[in-house]
């Protein structure tokens, strides 16, 4: 038995060992993702530990803009991309940027991002995408059933907004016309009819599209640690400690090593968002993984009041009415997991921010940088490895990880179950590149 890493032998085609057997499972990862397949595996009757440094919803998941984006069915990259993209990276604070150290590491992974944006791609993408957004709401309501956490959603939609009508018809193919194509319901909406609806916006605003359809959380963080907290009354073990590689035997991972000792596992799901991809080459896959790095500004006092979250389609930022005030998020930084975080990029979302909101009030301000887990194909990677038979794959859902947490902890579930998920996984296998 290999200690280290490496990656098993075993072919995957073997099936998983006593697939109706409680078992032992290990989850990398504490994250929405993460606890949402550790409440699934436990619903089955397994015995499962999660493994994470820090406390429940410390990373990615901490900081999002809580929009269950079940309308969002494009991938990030578009047709057109490579021409406008030079002028987006040369802006520092502009809403994609690129710190210039890390060009030659992200090169690979932009390169498969531009690939992203042919039509036949988008199409693609945007129909693997939509399978994931129509199961994405079941899925969390037993979890939310189970831990009474339904005082965390609202459904009440979304609104996104333009002042310019350049941009608003430059969006439009993806924005709406692919949702329609998709069946999404939306309202287009003009000045006096965003106005109606959000009266705090400024006059500027003159195009709208309105996502009736869509929830939110009130407080992502608070999500977490909601389900975390059912899944240990349950039995559920959530183990501080970083994963740092596997000991393999003839049946695949036999035992997960941490910075604080091993964990013996009959089984294994990578749920460690952007900093899966070490870790999913020493379980035999190869990921194009990277993150897009994302800010925001806690606004406790805004001093105006939005019934819904609003995103500027100008400025690509996102206010989200939240518990503990108004959250303004956004931003795109391609600079690594390990690069120290540039806060003016949130000050810069807040400055756009109280353009379209007059009158905001950012006294008291605080301000995140979180990882977002980002393929370059905009599609997470859920789905068994190619080459560890008890090794499990759920990360990389970049912008919608919150959306497609608890769908990805049933079909992981399903997984290790023997079960035929409920949908097809190839466009989201990990050996897709
Ligand atoms: C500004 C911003 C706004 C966003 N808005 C939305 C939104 O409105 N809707 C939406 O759906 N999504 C949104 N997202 C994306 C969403 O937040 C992420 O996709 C999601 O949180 C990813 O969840 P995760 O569990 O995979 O990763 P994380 O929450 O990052 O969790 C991964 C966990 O793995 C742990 N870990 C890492 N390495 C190891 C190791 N070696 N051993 C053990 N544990 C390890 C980490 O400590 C971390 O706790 C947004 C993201 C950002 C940054």
């Not at 409440?39 to 900081?63: C, I, K, N």
């Not at 009819?193 to 407080?219: I, K, N």
């Not at 909101?357 to 977002?372: E, H, I, Q």
């Amino acid at each position: 038995m290999s200690e280290t890493g490496g990656g098993g032998s075993a072919s995957n085609t073997a099936g998983n060992p006593a697939s109706d057997a409680s078992r032992d499972m290990i989850v990398i990862g504490a994250g929405i993702v993460g606890i949402c397949c550790a409440l699934y595996l436990q619903r089955d009757g397994h015995r499962v530990t999660v493994l994470d440094p820090q406390e429940p919803g410390g990373g990615a998941s901490f900081g999002n803009s809580g929009i269950f984006a079940t309308d969002h069915c494009a991938p990030n990259a578009k047709p057109g991309l490579l021409w406008e993209l030079p002028r987006m990276l040369l802006d520092p604070l502009g809403p994609l940027t690129l710190r210039w150290r890390y060009l030659p590491r992200a090169l690979p992974w932009l390169w498969r991002f531009l690939a992203a944006g042919r039509p036949q791609a988008v199409e693609a993408a945007s129909l693997a995408l939509h399978a994931l957004n129509l199961q994405a709401m079941e899925a969390y309501r037993p979890l939310l059933d189970d831990a009474q956490a339904h005082g965390l959603i609202r459904k009440n939609g979304w609104l996104l907004v333009y002042e310019s009508t350049a941009a608003f018809e430059r969006a439009r193919p993806l924005k709406i016309d692919l949702r329609h194509k998709r069946g999404v319901p939306l309202e287009v909406l003009d000045a006096k009819g965003v106005r109606e609806l959000e009266p705090a916006l400024t006059p500027a605003v003159r195009h709208g599209v309105y996502f009736p359809e869509v929830s939110q959380t009130t407080d992502p963080f608070a999500l977490v640690q909601a389900l975390a907290a059912d899944f240990r009354r349950r039995g559920g073990v959530i183990q501080t400690g970083r994963v740092t590689g596997f000991g393999f035997g003839p049946g695949g991972v036999e035992k997960v090593h941490t910075d604080g000792g091993p964990f013996p596992a009959d089984g294994v799901v990578l749920a460690a968002g952007a900093h899966s991809k070490t870790l999913a080459r020493r379980l035999g896959a190869k990921v194009p993984l990277d993150t897009e790095r994302g800010y925001h500004a806690m606004l406790p006092d805004p001093g105006i009041s939005l019934k819904v979250p609003v995103i500027s389609g100008d400025f690509h930022c996102a206010m989200t009415p939240m518990d503990g005030g108004l959250r303004v998020g956004g931003s795109v930084e391609l600079a690594g997991v390990d690069a120290p975080p540039n806060y003016a990029r949130a000050d810069k979302l807040v400055s756009v921010a109280k353009r379209v909101l007059p009158g905001l009030n950012d006294a008291g301000v605080t301000r995140w940088m979180g990882r977002r887990p980002s393929m370059p194909d905009s599609l997470p990677v859920i789905g068994p490895s190619p080459r560890v038979p008890n090794a499990f794959f759920a990360f990389g859902h970049g912008m919608l990880g919150l959306t497609h947490g608890a769908l990805t902890g049933r079909i992981v579930a399903d997984l290790v179950a023997g079960r035929a998920p409920p949908l097809d996984l190839t466009p989201y296998r990990p050996e897709r590149f």
